[in-house]
């Protein structure tokens, strides 16, 4: 899919001139901004997510990460890294 449409909204959108009731920001902010914040915002989670699957099969492979009938063991590294992703 194409997203060119609200790349081109964010950068050359203007403001309505109405400001939202209840937080004070231009309506302009939801029909221009907010759409291209959400697909950046996307593609970070994608992005974050696939680190993670990345990560976890790469400790598993090397023997950071250790399946042993019920109970597994994870290296310290491991831990770490997996923890702040």
């Known amino acids: 899919q194409s997203y060119w449409q609200q790349v081109q909204l964010y950068l050359h959108g203007g403001s309505f001139g109405v400001a939202d009731p209840q937080f004070g920001i231009d309506l302009g902010f939801y029909a ?3 759409p291209f914040y959400r697909l950046v915002l996307s ?6 997510f696939l680190a993670f699957i990345a ?3 790469g400790h598993y492979l090397f023997g950071g990460i250790r399946l042993a ?4 063991a994870l290296s310290r590294a491991a831990r770490i890294q ?4």
């Open 43 to 48: 593609y970070l989670f994608v992005g974050a």
């Open 55 to 57: 990560n976890l099969l």
């Open 69 to 72: 009938g019920r109970s597994g």
């Open 82 to 85: 997996l923890i702040t992703l």
């Open 32 to 34: 221009f901004d907010l």
